[in-house]
């Protein structure tokens, strides 16, 4: 089984981060990315890593769970207007559906469950975000590295 880069994260600009600054969690090296993005990048005026709840029903025992969205991010844009995010980082594989399988295997379940799960907690997040006037992304590595080329 892969080992995932886990560590609490170190703000170099603390009175940027809303929360608790020293207990900034990263639980991979895509999320350790980001803070590092949000904590120097200068458009970005207020960061939060795991700080928003968004109450969301599990597809899989119909009852209220919440979810913790990886990121919030206020910044100021280009032409000087504020926006905020919220930011969800997540393998590319893990957004979208799996495909029906012939043979169900241990791995397709768990694809499935992974993938209902993540379904229902993004919908919630992006109607909490249309609600509030915010934008809910997901990230996936293609945005991170791809980009970069």
Request: hydrophobic share 35%.
């Amino acid at each position: 089984m892969a080992k995932y880069k886990q560590g609490i994260y170190k703000p170099k600009n603390p009175e940027k981060y809303s929360g608790d600054q020293f207990n900034i969690i990263y639980r991979s090296s895509w999320e350790l990315r980001v803070q590092k993005w949000l904590d120097n990048n200068e458009n970005v005026l207020e960061w939060s890593s795991e700080e928003h709840a968004i109450p969301y029903v599990s597809p899989i025992d119909s009852r209220i769970h919440r979810y913790f969205v990886d990121f919030y991010a206020k910044i100021k844009k280009a032409d000087g207007s504020i926006a905020i995010y919220l930011i969800e980082v997540k393998p590319y594989a893990q957004t979208i559906e799996p495909t029906v399988q012939k043979r169900v295997s241990k791995k397709y379940i768990n694809e499935v469950y992974t993938w209902g799960i993540n379904s229902a907690k993004w919908k919630s997040a992006r109607e909490y975000c249309r609600k509030n006037g915010w934008e809910f992304i997901i990230l996936t590595e293609k945005d991170m590295f791809e980009s970069n080329k």
